[in-house]
């Protein structure tokens, strides 16, 4: 470092802070390409509304103060103006702050927009009020924290009119994800391009006790994976779970346990392109009435693209860990080969063999009643099993390929509480 340093003039030295090229993440960088739209998703404090700002200077300025940029006419669109105003323009991270000295735009606060010395404008815009779009023209557009808009729909759609200046008007999105249509819509636009990057990824510009802090809260929960790893949690409509619910459900250890079982739902081909093999623990506190019994999901140990012998063997290291009583398995693609393979490597192995005779969903149904009466609790951990959760519904799940995970996590709870339940609830019949 200190021999590239001295190796650059006095001119150079000077100019370094400023070429955000030499500084950025990977995730701040455009991609390359035609898009139109590039969506920046990140969790908070990830370095989105630096990468805003800095795409906006790049648009704007020339090769010298007075030259012209590949845009001269900006939209900056945020919730409210002031928020515009207090975060993209004058925030520590915004244009002003970003800009070098003989390129610094003035602020003109009755027209609400930035003016640079080579004749480009940056106009402010809230979101509350999509029709101030209508009219307005420009070949680049920033919006910021499009996911929190009260009316982001009819905002992106004011936008996208107005973008129709110059050959190629492109926009930048910067925003932590939330489950909303609009986001989803941008996308899946085949012109969309994306870069992510979790909160962690600008560590070196942001406090370390907000970093232990905000870890030790949120680390493996779903607020966490949306807010600091920068993850699109999606909630589909009808859904059996959601986010809400989950994280009600949440602990921090589990009690004793009188049960533990380790539940499985295999897979009979590997590799990269095969389903995951769900592997859930699942432990129960089963003294009392059976309406009292409580069960508590301690591990996801999923694995993908493992052969039969590589997933039977992780199983029975989760049943080792967690001291269960039980493995259970679906055998419905495998058949005789799930227990074969699961007893060639133990072979004296507590095991039953489970049969589905009904739809995920109509199986996972009574499991989520589980939940609503508030019977099944979480520890931390469980993001990808919770966002498969979120997916199901009593038709049948609406995500990618197959629920593996939730479909053990449903086998595990059958055989700790509802079908002992079931059990206890059928008549007794006499014979008199």
Known sequence: MDEFLTGLSAEALLALPWLF???????????????????????????????GAEWVRAQVEGARPADPGRARRVALVGETVDQVREVMVFGDSGILACSPPDRRPDWEAGRKRLVWSNGATAQVFSAHEPE??????????????????????????????????????QQVVTTTPRNVGVLKAILRNPSTVLTHAPTEANRAYLAASFLDEVRARYAGTRIGRQELDGILLEEVEGALWTTAG??????????????????????????????????VVVGAVTRGPVQDWRAYVLEDATVKGASPAEWARAALAAMQRHGAERLVAEVNQGGDLVESVIRQIDPLVPFRALRAGRGKGLRAEPVAALYEQGRVSHLRGLGALEDQMCRMT???YRGRGSPDRLDALVWALHELIVEPAAHYQRPQVRVL
């Open 246 to 279: 989950l994280e009600a459900v949440r602990i921090e250890a589990a009690p004793d346990l009188d049960r533990i079982v380790v539940a499985v739902d295999p897979v009979v081909s590997s590799g990269a392109a095969a389903d995951e093999c769900g592997i």
């Open 21 to 51: 090229e030499f500084w950025a993440l990977p995730h701040q960088l455009p991609p390359e390409g035609a898009w139109r739209s590039w969506v920046i998703m990140g969790g908070r404090g990830a370095g989105k509304t630096r990468a």
């Open 394 to 396: 009593a038709q049948g």
């Open 132 to 169: 101030s779009l209508r009219g307005p023209q420009f070949d680049a557009a920033w919006a910021d924290e499009l996911a929190k808009w009260k009316r982001a729909e009819e905002a992106w759609d004011m936008l996208q009119f107005a973008l129709r200046l110059g050959d190629h008007p």
